[in-house]
Each structure stands twice: as structure tokens, then as C-alpha cells.
């Protein structure tokens, strides 16, 4: 059956440097999102991406983040300096159309110390 | 803005029937989905409704949803201990360009042999 995969599961980094969250989508999927979920709290909505570009972003999506599709495969997210506040498990997502189904990866743990 | 509640915590028994509830605000949602997140791992999609549907069931699951009193439920028949999890609902906020859902906090479904 086909997945959302996220790399690396684990990802620990010191405050102020900068990371790239990787994830693949499903092949014939178009639409693509991260979403995030801080440990104990409510998953979040941080951006969707379509047509290799941004369609909508949250206000928690500030300039510090940004997203990509650097090649047919891949869909990533960077944070360009980290604060220890971005600790929490990232998702990457995908879907056919719209959001009619949207599948979820396994998500990336990123700790910020 | 949009808004999902769920209560936090249920608890069974093996066998029995589990019920758990969500409350949505906003009207022009046109998908409700149910997502289940286990100890340590990422968001499976268990179902999705449509809007425009009253009640749908797959297998051990059944949704059922009056869209008058945006109320959503999860019934989950014969409980297993493999059931326990944490129960996501989420809405589709269908605002003009948007494609992102909007996630409760979760209804940790705890069951007891």
C-alpha cells in the first residue's frame, strides 16, 4: 500500500541552527502539507503546497520557515534558525485532490536544544 | 474561527461498544475524518464523512454525523485491546483557497481487558 515517508524519525539539533525535514508523498498525489503537534497539544496546520506553490499557510508558518519540492519526489520543509519552541513531531501529508483523503506520515521528532 | 472539541479521555471494556464524540464549528466543512495516533507513532486515517452524509460504517466503525448540531461520533464496535490509541476528529475548513483541517485535541481511548 502506498506512504507518506517521512526522514529521519529523530532529529535533535542545537537552537539556532537549521533543519530540513524530508518527506516523500504519495506518487500520483499533487497536494502536500506539514502540519505540527508540540508534545501534549493539539496537530497543527502549517502550510499546503500545490502547483509548486504555497496555496495556504498558518500564521505559525513565519519567515523562518519554508517549504520545497526539489525534484518529482521529494517535498521538504526547512527551519532556517531554531528555537527550542519548534520542538514538536512534524507531518508531512499528501493527497489526491483537495483534501478529500489526506494521508499522514509517520512524522519527524525534532528536539531543539 | 473554526474550532473542534473532543473530550480527552474514555475508557472501556474489552468487548464492549466505545463511543467517542466531536464537536465542530464551522458550517462549510464538506469532510469530517477520524484519525487514530498510537503510542509513538504517526496519524493512521481510520474513515471519513462527507458532509452531505448522515452515517457510514466500516467494519468495526461507524460514523455517524448530524450536521444540524455539528456533532460527529466514532462508534467502534467490540473494543480490542488494540483500539487503545489516541482518536483524532478533524474538519476540512472549506474556506475559499484553503485546503487545511483542523484537528481536536484528541480522545485518548484507553481499553481494559
Known amino acids: 500500500e502506498p506512504e507518506v515517508t517521512q526522514t529521519p524519525s529523530h532529529q535533535v539539533t542545537q537552537m539556532g541552527q537549521e533543519v530540513i525535514l524530508r518527506c516523500v508523498p504519495i506518487?500520483?498525489?499533487?497536494?502536500f502539507y506539514w502540519y505540527r503537534q508540540i508534545l501534549g497539544q493539539k496537530v497543527e496546520f502549517l502550510v499546503s503546497f500545490y502547483n509548486n506553490e504555497i496555496s495556504e499557510k498558518s500564521e505559525i508558518f513565519d519567515d523562518q520557515f519554508s517549504v520545497e519540492r526539489p525534484d518529482g519526489s521529494n517535498f521538504t520543509l526547512k527551519i532556517r534558525s531554531t528555537k527550542l519552541e519548534d520542538s514538536a513531531m512534524y507531518f508531512c501529508?499528501?493527497?489526491?485532490?483537495?483534501?478529500?483523503?489526506?494521508?499522514f506520515g509517520q512524522g519527524t521528532r525534532l528536539t531543539v536544544v | 474561527g473554526e474550532d473542534v472539541e473532543q473530550s480527552l479521555f474514555l475508557s472501556v471494556r474489552e468487548g464492549d461498544s466505545s463511543v467517542i464524540n466531536c464537536t465542530y464549528t464551522d458550517s462549510s466543512s464538506t469532510y469530517l475524518y477520524w484519525y487514530k495516533q498510537e503510542p509513538g507513532a504517526g496519524l493512521q486515517l481510520l474513515t471519513y464523512i462527507f458532509s452531505n452524509m448522515d452515517m457510514k460504517q466500516d467494519q468495526r466503525l461507524t460514523v455517524l454525523l448530524n450536521k444540524k448540531d455539528k456533532h460527529l461520533s466514532l462508534r467502534i464496535a467490540d473494543t480490542q485491546t488494540g483500539d487503545s490509541a489516541i482518536y483524532f476528529c478533524a474538519e476540512n475548513y472549506s474556506g475559499a483557497g484553503s485546503y487545511q483541517l483542523t484537528f481536536g485535541k484528541g480522545t485518548k481511548l484507553s481499553v481494559i481487558p
Open positions: 501529508a499528501s493527497s489526491e485532490g483537495g483534501i478529500t483523503e489526506a494521508f
Open positions: 506518487s500520483n498525489h499533487l497536494y
